[in-house]
Each structure stands twice: as structure tokens, then as C-alpha cells.
């Protein structure tokens, strides 16, 4: 049995004493000094509880204001010094935000990339822990996956899945396009609707996929059956979609009957895994599922989409990727595991959750049997993206705290700025890779150049 844990209510913080608080202040700013030296952001500054700001001589034009809530609220964002903490204490609502979240974002990049010894580091440590402990309030809400069994089996994979995307359907159409499309779009210009772009993204990969009226098309990880819609009416195909989200499924077929396209769109709640292989696809796409998939069990997903293809047939992924790391093998295994346990993302957005490089994904794939003919990146358009969602998000803020919770609004709100500045500062990066399945004459069926993947 898969379980998700909730984590149990605490306590409020209790009020301090006036010369408390007058020592949490002063406590505060000398911290922010260290952490910051002589030369502080430009583009964001603080302000306490009291409404002391920081620095003194910030400018009024400031992007973003992170509010400090209480006087213990750098303690608990920064002890322990961990991306986690920073997360959880914004939920909890210790500091707030006021104004361009990308930007008060950029301030945990800023504090990373400061020189500083150990001794500089264990005398900020020990200045935070001279600020009063306090508990956080009780989450009514979002809680962290606490998800038990083997990693990446296929009762945990359900349960990860199921704990991001089936949060409320109501609550994701508040602020996606009208596919209710959860990948990144494609913008031509960059002055394009979400609408739009999420159409221009569809249609691309169905021209990469060379798709033909009949042909059978596979979609690893369907979502809401936006694409699979898109490709049935559009390009005529008989589309089959995969997904673990109870949710995703029933509104994905409640769209596709409404639509009239239920003869020709099937969606089951189902792991791709266990696809029988005996009716083979001619085309498959996944996008925005490789991701969940682990880098342990990548082999077994190329492998698998490799025997669910007919020979001569294409397959396109579209995933996020990692930056390089050229570290030993056994560090970056420690590194991922430590990483992934004080990791924001992966505690209260996206459970077991794991990208790598393109590089890696790539040489998997050929090792599968694939041969790679078109690799396309499309990082600035997800920054782009996910800035889209996030102004619709915060447009319907109130809606959305009634739907999910303070908390929950708040977990996507923080998750999405921090991927749009992860992507337009090139800390991760999105690919669409095209596949094919050669024939025995070595024959991969598509045209000798790309024009017509452009021109329509």
C-alpha cells in the first residue's frame, strides 16, 4: 500500500516582549548584512515585521519585497540552509512577497554564488539560532509527500503523480489555456496568447511526427487529452492516452465525448508499462512525463515506447533536462539523493521527480534501439510559459484559495516563479527529441530535410 503522510498541526508563534523583538531586529539586520556583504541586491530588498527596511538606502523602484512576518522568520527560513526551509517558511507564511516573485527568487541564487569561509558561515549559523524559535502554524492545506514503497515501482509512481495532478481540476483550469495544456508552449513571436501558444506547441509536434489520417498515435502521459484531441481532430489520427491521474482521466474523456471525438480518442487510467506490445503504435509522444520517470528506470522507458512502436514509426519526447555534470558517478549519486531531500520541488510539487542532462537521455535512447533525428531546445519558451500561468494564477487568487487552500496557492505560486527563473537563466532546459525506428533497410521514413516541419 502506497500512503501519503500529513504532517501534524503545530503551534502559532507567541508574541515577544518589546526589548525580545528590539533584539530580533538587530539580530535580523546584522544577519542580512553578513549574508549580503557591502554589496546588496539592487533589485529587491526586505522589510522586518516592524517595518524596519533593508537596506537603509534600498530604492523605491524595487521588483520585490520579501515582508518578514514575524521576528523569528529568518530562523526558520534558513535554518536548517536549505531550499526546503526557504519553501516551507513561505508557506507558512513567515515571509510573504510583494511584487515580482521571479526576482525575490534570483535572492537565493544571490546568497548562494556570495563568497564566504566556514568561519563566515558558522557565525551567521549561530546569529540565527539567537532568534526566537518558533513553530509554524497548522497547515490546513498542502502537506509534503511523504510517499513509502520502492522508488519508482509502480503503486509509488501512481501515488506521486496522483498527489501533484490530482489536486483539483477546477483549480488547474483557473490559470491553464483552454486545453487545459501542462507543458511548455510554443511561441513564434513571444506576443502570443497561452491559447495560442499551446496550439502552435500541438501542432508542431504533430508536423515533427509526420502524423496521417488513421495512423494510431500513443500519448505516454495524456494529461487532459489536450494533444490527443488536437492530433484526432486536426490530423485525423485514432489516439490512445496513458495516465495515473484519476482525475486527468475522467475529464479528459467527459472532454473528448463532448467534443464528439470519443470514436477516436481512448484514455485509460493506465501505467504505460503495462501497454501490450501485440498492437504496436505507428506514431508516440510524451510530453512532460519524462520526468516522473527516474533516471534508474529511463532504460525500461526507451525500451518499452521502442516495443510499443511499429517499425518505420516516430516517437517524440519532450521533457526537461538538468544541466551537465561531470562529477564521479558515486558523488553525483549522493548528490541527487541529498538534493532531492531538501529540495522544495521535489517535497510539495513533484514526489521522485528527476531530470538529467540531454546528453545522458539521449545516449539511453540509442542504447534502447532509437535513432536520434532531431533535437529542438525550448527553454526560453518555458520560461515564458510558466510566467503566463503564474499572472493567471495570481489573477485568480481568491478562487484558487477557496478551491485548494492558502497553502496550495501559495506552493504554485513560489514553484512556478522559481522555474521561470530557472529557465531563462539557463539552470535547466526543455527538449523536444525526435526518434525514429529504422526499418531492416535501415529506412527511418521521413523526408530528407525539416522544411516541412516549418512550413504549413
Not at 32 to 40: D, H, T
Not at 104 to 129: D, F, H, S, V
Not at 386 to 391: A, F, Q, S, V
Request: charged share 25%; aromatic share 10%.
Amino acid at each position: 500500500m502506497v500512503t501519503v503522510e500529513r504532517d501534524a498541526p503545530v503551534s502559532s508563534p507567541a508574541p515577544l516582549h518589546p526589548d525580545e523583538a528590539d533584539n530580533a531586529r538587530q539580530i535580523t539586520l546584522e544577519v542580512l548584512n553578513r549574508l549580503f556583504g557591502a554589496a546588496p541586491p539592487r533589485t529587491a530588498a526586505l522589510r522586518l515585521w516592524d517595518g524596519t527596511c533593508w537596506p537603509e538606502n534600498a530604492p523605491d523602484d524595487v521588483a520585490a519585497t520579501i515582508v518578514l512576518n514575524h521576528p523569528g522568520a529568518l530562523r526558520r527560513m534558513f535554518l536548517p540552509p536549505t531550499e526546503l526551509a526557504v519553501g516551507e517558511a513561505f508557506i507558512h507564511k513567515d515571509f510573504d512577497i510583494i511584487g515580482d516573485l521571479e526576482t525575490a527568487c534570483e535572492l537565493n541564487e544571490y546568497l548562494g554564488a556570495a563568497p564566504r569561509t566556514p568561519a563566515m558561515t558558522w557565525a551567521i549559523l549561530k546569529l540565527l539560532r539567537q532568534l526566537p524559535e518558533t513553530n509554524a502554524p497548522p497547515l490546513n492545506g498542502r502537506h509534503a509527500a511523504r510517499l513509502h514503497g520502492r522508488l519508482h515501482s509502480r503503486q509509488r509512481d501512481r501515488a506521486a503523480i496522483q498527489y501533484h495532478y490530482d489536486v483539483s481540476n477546477e483549480f488547474y483550469a483557473l490559470w491553464l489555456d483552454q486545453h487545459l495544456t501542462y507543458s511548455c508552449a510554443y511561441f513564434e513571436t513571444g506576443n502570443e496568447d497561452i491559447n495560442t501558444a499551446q496550439e502552435a506547441k500541438y501542432d508542431l509536434i504533430c508536423r515533427k511526427l509526420r502524423l496521417q489520417p488513421g495512423e494510431r498515435l500513443l500519448d505516454i502521459g495524456c494529461g487532459w487529452g489536450g494533444l490527443m484531441m488536437f492530433a484526432a481532430e486536426h490530423y485525423g489520427v485514432e489516439a490512445t492516452g496513458v495516465t495515473l491521474s484519476s482525475q486527468q482521466a475522467a475529464l479528459a474523456r467527459d472532454r473528448a465525448a463532448t467534443a464528439g471525438l470519443s470514436s477516436r480518442v481512448q484514455v485509460l487510467l493506465e501505467d504505460y508499462r503495462s501497454l501490450p506490445i501485440g498492437m504496436p503504435f505507428d506514431k508516440i509522444v510524451s510530453v512532460g512525463m519524462f520526468e516522473h520517470v527516474g533516471r534508474p528506470r529511463l532504460p525500461e522507458y526507451f525500451a518499452t515506447a521502442h516495443r510499443l512502436l511499429k517499425t518505420g514509426g516516430l516517437f517524440l519526447n519532450h521533457g526537461i533536462a538538468a544541466q551537465h555534470d561531470f562529477q564521479n558517478p558515486a558523488r553525483r549519486a549522493l548528490d541527487r539523493e541529498l538534493s532531492a531531500r531538501t529540495s522544495f520541488i521535489w517535497n510539495y510539487v513533484f514526489p521522485d521527480g528527476e531530470l538529467v542532462p540531454i546528453s545522458e537521455a539521449l545516449g539511453l535512447a540509442e542504447r534502447a534501439g532509437w535513432e536520434v533525428r532531431d533535437v529542438e531546445s525550448l527553454r526560453e519558451h518555458y520560461a515564458t510559459t510558466l510566467r503566463h500561468w503564474n499572472r493567471r494564477l495570481a489573477a485568480h487568487e481568491e478562487e484558487a484559495k477557496r478551491l485548494v487552500g492558502e497553502e496550495t496557492y501559495r506552493v504554485w505560486r513560489i514553484y512556478m516563479a522559481g522555474s521561470a527563473y530557472s529557465f531563462a537563466h539557463e539552470r535547466v532546459s526543455i527538449y523536444q527529441a525526435l526518434y525514429a525506428k529504422p526499418d531492416a533497410a535501415g529506412k527511418a521514413h521521413i523526408p530528407l530535410t525539416r522544411r516541412d516541419i516549418y512550413e504549413k
